[in-house]
């Protein structure tokens, strides 16, 4: 039997009490392997001056799915603060 490497990636960008305008799942398979999901900050916060941060990342929850699946299904949460 083959041990089981679970980690948790956070990446964060400078989040200084800004309200979360913006809060989604987004859903990969296979580990997210050259897969990629955008999400309009600018958009979101009406013009990139207004983007204070955004952050991706896998909760407690997300990891379990991810090691059930066997990596086939890996949900991220992503977060876009804006000023």
Do not use: W
């Not at 989604?24 to 979101?44: N, P, W, Y």
């Amino acid at each position: 039997m083959r041990p089981k490497i679970i980690c948790c990636l956070h990446q964060r960008r400078q989040v200084l009490r800004y309200n979360r305008t913006l809060k989604r799942c987004r859903r990969f398979f296979v580990s997210g392997l050259g897969q990629e999901k955008e999400i309009d900050a600018a958009a979101v916060c009406q013009g990139q001056q207004n983007v204070a941060s955004i952050q991706t990342k896998s909760n407690f929850i997300n990891i379990v799915l991810g090691t059930i699946s066997n990596g086939i299904y890996t949900p991220r949460q992503i977060s876009v603060y804006c000023k």
